[in-house]
């Protein structure tokens, strides 16, 4: 007669046996994931780890090596997944966070190099619910947002971003770039002013600045920006450019020529440069000059 506890014995050590083995084996292609792990050898180290998690899919370490793995193959997405089961197991938050936010940026990144800008803005948004105060991340939505000619949601960013650092320079220069695009002249001003006081030799706000000054007919006070502009960047052809334009526009051909052979000496295909040195040639009566600064422009 067949004991029933020796059945019920068999019944209990055979399956913990089988699971013993399981996780003997899940550990043994963790080793091997880990070791080609620190020769760089990431995706063979990818290819251990994931037979790890297939035997064993509650291994939260392997979880997170599985993770790491994939980021450094710029596999964003399955790096994303990984390290987010990971975490669902219970591996340490604070770390996976950490991880997370750098492969987020990275991703967003891409995206944004691929023209992908909705789905930088989706990226964007995943890195701001681990960190709402990261800056860079909203500011960087905003130049999406900017991409996709949603001027307002860019503001709305940028806005956001000087909130949370007002030393950020390029998000008031980018919202100067936006009032600009929509004509919003006075608030083009205040933002690019803003940016020039948190960055004194921040040229490219110094130049559109000078731009804005140009299409409100104050020529005089462009004149005195871009010769400021000039003298922190003695290479800075717009400057030159505009301050030619200025100059003409003041009547004051005579002082235009200089800066605009400047600015074709660093831009030598700088049509528009060509075109105004043309006009300052004319109104001198050196007309001669003005036919082949013409004949250069078109």
Partial sequence: MK????????????PLQAIFAQEEKALEYFRKGTESFKKSQFRTAVI??????????????????????????????????????????????????????????QEAAQFYLDQRFPDAISSYRELLKINPKDDDAILKMGFSYMKLKDYEKALESFRKTVKINPKNKSAFYAMGNIHLLKRENGLAIQAYEKAISIDS?????????????????DFEKAVSILEKALEIDSDFSKGYLLLGIARNSLGRQHEAVDPLRRALALEPKNADAHYRLGEAYFAKGDYRDAIESGKNAT
């Fill in 3 to 14: 004991n029933p506890f020796f059945s019920i014995f068999l019944l209990l050590v055979f």
């Fill in 48 to 105: 251990d780890f994931e037979e790890a998690v297939k035997i064993d899919s509650t291994y939260k370490d392997a979880q997170f090596a599985l993770g790491l793995s994939h980021s450094y193959l710029n596999n964003y997405s399955k790096a994303i997944n990984a390290l987010r089961k990971a975490k669902e197991l219970g591996f340490s938050s604070e770390k996976i966070n950490v991880k997370l936010r750098k492969i987020y940026k």
């Fill in 201 to 217: 030799t921040f040229v490219k706000a110094y130049g559109d600045l000078a731009s804005v000054h140009i299409s409100t007919k």
